[in-house]
């Protein structure tokens, strides 16, 4: 058994997929192995995040890899920061190219949460976060506002804006599901496919987040993503 292996045994994290990255065993492995800029790691630091959660260790360094995830975690594992990292890192620097990172949320109240940990996580970093809401004037003349990098959504907004502002998703490079099998549940199926067809992209990188992960999910999972790797922590659904 090698290190890797006992140390995910240890962290309870089981992995299904091929050519699956190695796990982060430390917040300093960011920086060591993938050269995450400084500022990611002070706001961890100032935010009292000292040690990565198990699905931090695992979910950040496939998607970091930008492979395709679908990854089953309980609730208050820290589910959140697991993307919020790598699509920081990712994406870099503010570019004023359009949306190239969308996060669907099943409730407004959880889209505003995502919302304040993304602020948290990038201060300092001139990042132009949407949050969509009734309010929001996308101002898309071209259907592109290239104010911002990343949008936090529900699914009825985003379809919304899809359909009567024009609003283009074809740069996104990055599409979170989080609370994925609420988002798959029947009453949302239809908007979900409409969102994942405006997201274009041929490079498009597709995670999805839940507690729980029924098969259904799991069947519309192999239709939208390439050669995922699954994860499960814990002993749920394992
Ligand atoms: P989930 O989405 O899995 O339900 P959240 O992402 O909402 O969980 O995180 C639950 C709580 O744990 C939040 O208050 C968050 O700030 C905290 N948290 C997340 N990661 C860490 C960490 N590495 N160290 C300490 N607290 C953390
Ligand atoms: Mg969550």
Redesign the pocket.
């Known amino acids: 058994q090698s290190e890797v292996q006992k140390f995910r045994l240890n962290h309870k994290i089981k992995i299904y997929g091929t050519d699956v990255p190695n796990p982060i065993q430390s917040f300093k492995d960011l920086k060591t192995i993938y050269n995450v800029k400084p500022y990611l790691e002070n706001n961890l630091k100032d935010n ?6 198990p ?2 260790m695992q979910a950040t360094t496939i998607m970091l890899h930008k492979r395709d995830l679908i990854a089953c ?9 697991s993307f919020i990292i790598p699509i920081l890192h990712i994406l870099k620097s503010p570019m004023k190219k359009g949306f190239r990172a969308v996060i669907i949320s099943p409730t407004r109240e959880l889209a505003q ?1 995502i919302y304040r ?1 993304f602020q948290m996580i990038a201060k300092g970093k001139p990042f132009r976060f949407c949050l969509l809401s009734k309010a929001t004037n996308l101002n898309t003349e071209t259907g592109y506002n290239k104010n911002f990098d990343i949008l936090i959504s529900t699914p009825l907004r985003l379809v919304h804006a899809i359909q009567h502002e024009s609003i283009k998703l074809d740069g996104v490079q990055q599409l979170v599901l989080d609370e994925a099998d609420r988002l798959l549940e029947l009453g949302f199926l239809e908007q979900m496919d409409e969102i994942i067809a405006a997201c274009n992209s041929p490079t498009l990188q597709t995670s999805l987040f839940s ?1 729980t992960i029924h098969s259904g999910v799991e069947s519309i999972a192999r239709t939208i993503m390439k050669d995922p790797i699954r994860i499960v922590i814990g002993q749920k659904n394992a």
């Open positions: 009292g995040f000292n040690m990565p959660t699905i931090q975690s309980p609730t208050g594992s820290g589910k959140t920061l949460q940990e507690a």
